[in-house]
C-alpha cells in the first residue's frame, strides 16, 4: 500500500521518481514493494492448496476408516476429529491480503490487482504530463550524432531515448508521443517540398504547412493526419546542402497540448557539423 500511495502522489504531481518509472516500465508496482515476491506468492498459493487437498483427502480416510470400524463394534481412540481437519483446511486456504488503492489484493488475485494500480498510475502521470504548460523549462539536453551533423537538443521531463530504434528517437514516458530526428539530403528540393514528402509517408494526409524563421535561417512547418487518432508534425531546416526532419507524433486528442511543447523542443536545437 505504501508503495502504491508514494508512487501515485508522485504521478499526480508530474515528479519522475524512481519508483514510478520502475512501475512505468515493468509494468508492475510488485518490485517497488520491499519484502514482495510474486514468485514466491505463487509458490506459497500452490503449496497451501496442496496441503488442504492432502487434508481433505485424509479427512475422508479417516471418517470412511472411523465409520467402517464402528460397524464392527471397534472403538478407535486418538485420531483427528472430522472437525478439526475442517479446520485444518480452512487455516491452509486462507488467504492474506492487503489494501491497494480501491483493491484488497490476495494470492488469487494480486496479478490482476497488480495491473489495475499499475493503470491508475500510468493515467495519472500522463495526466500530469499533459497538464505541463508549454513554456515549462525543458531539462533534459540530449547530443545525438546524425548522418553528417551534430545535434543538441533539450526535451522535457519524462522523455528519453526510445531504446531499441534508431538513434535520434525519443519517447515521453507513457508512450503516447514519440519525437524522431533526421537528416537526408536537399538532392535540389526545398525544404516544403521534402516536407510534404516525408510527413505523407505511411499514409499521413497532410492539412497544414507555413513558413517561418530563427536565427539559424527558414524552416518550413507542416501538420498531417495520421490513421483516424494520431498526428504528426514535423520542421525542417537547412543545414549545408542536407534537410534536418524534427518529426513529432502523438494522440489526436493531445495534440493541442504537445504542438507548444514541440515546438519549444524545436527551437531549442542546434546543429554542428
Request: proline content about 3%; glycine content about 6%.
Amino acid at each position: 500500500q505504501d508503495a502504491y500511495e508514494s508512487a501515485l502522489d508522485d504521478a499526480k504531481n508530474g515528479r519522475a521518481s524512481v519508483s514510478v518509472k520502475k512501475i512505468i516500465e515493468e509494468k508492475s508496482i510488485i518490485p517497488c514493494a520491499g519484502g514482495f515476491d510474486a514468485e514466491k506468492i505463487k509458490s506459497e498459493k500452490y503449496n497451501k492448496r496442496f496441503c488442504a487437498d492432502k487434508i481433505r483427502t485424509s479427512r475422508a480416510r479417516i471418517s470412511a476408516l472411523a465409520k467402517s470400524h464402528k460397524a464392527a463394534g471397534i472403538t478407535l481412540k486418538d485420531y483427528p476429529l472430522p472437525s478439526g481437519l475442517a479446520e485444518a483446511v480452512s487455516a491452509a486456504e486462507k488467504s492474506s491480503s492487503v489494501i491497494i488503492g480501491a483493491w484488497t489484493m490476495t494470492a488469487d488475485n494480486f496479478e490482476q490487482t497488480d495491473r489495475k494500480a499499475v493503470l491508475v498510475i500510468e493515467q495519472a502521470l500522463s495526466k500530469s504530463l499533459w497538464r505541463q504548460p508549454s513554456d515549462a523549462p525543458l531539462l533534459n539536453e540530449y547530443k545525438i550524432s546524425l548522418e553528417q551533423e551534430s545535434v543538441t537538443l533539450r526535451l522535457p521531463e519524462l522523455w528519453s531515448h526510445d531504446t531499441g530504434r534508431a538513434e535520434g528517437s525519443f519517447r515521453n514516458i507513457d508512450n503516447s508521443a514519440r519525437i524522431k530526428l533526421t537528416s537526408i539530403p536537399l538532392d535540389g528540393k526545398g525544404l516544403d517540398e521534402i516536407s510534404w514528402q516525408w510527413i505523407s509517408r505511411g499514409g499521413a494526409e497532410p492539412v497544414s504547412g507555413k513558413w517561418g524563421k530563427n536565427e539559424s535561417g527558414d524552416y518550413f512547418n507542416c501538420v498531417a493526419k495520421k490513421d483516424k487518432d494520431r498526428v504528426k508534425e514535423c520542421y525542417i531546416i537547412k543545414n549545408g546542402d542536407r534537410a534536418l526532419i524534427i518529426e513529432g507524433e502523438t494522440d489526436k486528442a493531445k495534440y493541442n497540448f504537445f504542438a507548444g511543447r514541440f515546438e519549444t523542443v524545436f527551437k531549442s536545437i542546434s546543429v554542428s557539423n
